[in-house]
């Protein structure tokens, strides 16, 4: 049963021009033959809202849960890794991690891959659970108002999703 994983939330983010720093870099990328590891099977012109696919559960998350995760927790790291080396920085120059709030073991398991103490893990996940596309945004929107994202900091953005989709990002705040 995945209704435990959710919570509900919107974010965004107004970007400008800035005399220095900024994103530094970006990776996005995806992998459409793993889709079936998190998927809703039901809805859409594949399978339109009917009795049958109610009765069938086909419009519940379908999640094969320890494959997601080691899955996971090699991209995300992979992505970080890959974000960083393009922005020209070393994993020990990150000040703080901003991911997408899926689950505290894959943050967890993440940060120690990395090689980065969880203390630079920002953490909302216990407060709000995982608000899918919304969890990065409104992580980063709560690290800045609590005083842990300060001027000139180096931030790293980190994300994974269903169908498989993830990115990372540095910013230099």
């Given amino acids: 049963?995945?209704?435990?994983?959710?919570?509900?939330?919107?974010?965004?983010?107004?970007?400008?021009?800035?005399?220095?720093?900024?994103?530094?870099?970006?990776?996005?990328?995806?992998?459409?033959?793993?889709?079936?590891?998190?998927?809703?099977?039901?809805?859409?012109?594949?399978?339109?809202?009917?009795?049958?696919?109610?009765?069938?559960?086909?419009?519940y998350i379908k999640m094969r849960g320890n494959e997601l995760f080691k899955l996971a927790v090699n991209i995300m790291a992979d992505a970080a890794q890959i974000a960083i080396q393009k922005a020209g920085l070393k994993c020990s120059d990150i000040d703080l991690v901003i991911p997408h709030q899926a689950n505290i073991r894959i943050l967890l398991a993440v940060a120690k891959k990395l090689d980065l103490p969880a203390e630079k893990l920002f953490l909302n996940i216990e407060k709000y659970g995982n608000m899918s596309s919304a969890s990065t945004a409104t992580a980063l929107c709560q690290a800045v108002k609590q005083g842990r994202v300060k001027k000139g900091d180096t931030i790293l953005l980190d994300a994974f999703g269903a169908g498989l989709v993830w990115g990372a990002c540095v910013i230099k705040w």
Avoid: W
Avoid at 28 to 33: A, K, N
């Fill in 1 to 59: 049963n995945t209704c435990v994983l959710f919570g509900d939330g919107a974010g965004a983010c107004v970007l400008g021009p800035v005399k220095s720093g900024g994103i530094l870099s970006g990776y996005l990328g995806s992998d459409g033959t793993q889709g079936e590891l998190l998927m809703l099977p039901g809805g859409g012109s594949r399978h339109p809202a009917s009795h049958e696919t109610v009765d069938n559960r086909l419009h």
